[in-house]
């Protein structure tokens, strides 16, 4: 059973940057069948997609923080991570590691999400 | 890319069927079999009920289905329950090879 959990910190400051992780269990990250991926959800908000990496090293992002994001592998870990940098209060959110399949173009299984303050 | 439309709540009596909307352009909802529908329940990470249009997941009830024409795509949930009360968004893959979420629908069991 493929699991994926997030960790980091709850609280970064104004402009500086934000760091996450998302270690996968049950599977491997190197599987070529998924796009792993960064979801977020504002408080009391909708979904909002960030961007997803694949195996190869492809990435793919929101048009909209495209500017600001990193999303890369680490699979001697099973990890992948999100990097935002010059955060504002604005990108106080949940933030969601979830699996993309490569055939299905679904987000079927989702991390527990964590919850990120931006605030000095 | 702008979020897909759908009305801010449905509400229907246990037992009773009820609709959820999303509506898109061509750029999105209407150029691809490429929609997905999502629950959660509070304080819950959301949850896959309804992928490519109409297909579920392993372990989904058979009470969730998903249709499309033209740029709307459509949630239908039969028989509802007490446990069907959450927050329902659905997604697109779009024409720039991004994704787009909908606006979120809350489906109250009255």
């Known amino acids: 059973q493929v699991q994926l959990q997030e960790s980091g910190p709850g609280l970064v400051k104004p402009s500086e940057t934000l760091s996450l992780t998302c270690t996968v269990s049950g599977g491997s990250i190197s599987s070529g069948d998924y796009y792993w991926t960064w979801i977020r959800q504002h408080p009391g908000k909708g979904l909002e997609w960030i961007g997803y990496i694949y195996y190869s090293g492809s990435t793919y992002y929101n048009p909209s923080l495209k500017s600001r994001v990193t999303v890369s592998l680490d699979t001697s870990n099973n990890q992948f991570s999100l990097k935002l940098n010059s955060v504002t209060a604005a990108d106080t959110a949940i933030y969601y590691c979830?699996?993309?399949?490569?055939?299905?173009?679904?987000?079927?299984?989702w991390g527990q999400g964590t919850m990120v303050t931006v605030s000095s | 890319q702008s979020a897909l439309t759908q009305p801010a709540s449905v509400s229907g009596s246990p037992g009773q069927s009820i609709t959820i909307s999303c509506t898109g352009t061509s750029s999105d909802v209407g150029g691809y079999n490429l929609v997905s529908w999502y629950q959660q329940h509070p304080g819950k990470a959301p949850k896959l009920m309804i992928y490519d249009v109409s297909n579920r997941p392993s372990g989904i009830s058979n009470r969730f289905s998903g249709s499309k024409s033209g740029n709307t795509a459509s949630l239908a949930i039969s028989g509802l329950q007490a446990e069907d009360e959450a927050d329902y968004y659905c997604?697109?893959?779009?024409?720039?090879?991004?994704?787009?979420f909908g606006t979120g629908t809350k489906v109250t069991v009255l």
């Open positions: 997604s697109s893959y779009t024409s720039s090879s991004t994704y787009v």
């Open positions: 979830v699996r993309r399949s490569r055939v299905d173009f679904a987000f079927d299984i």
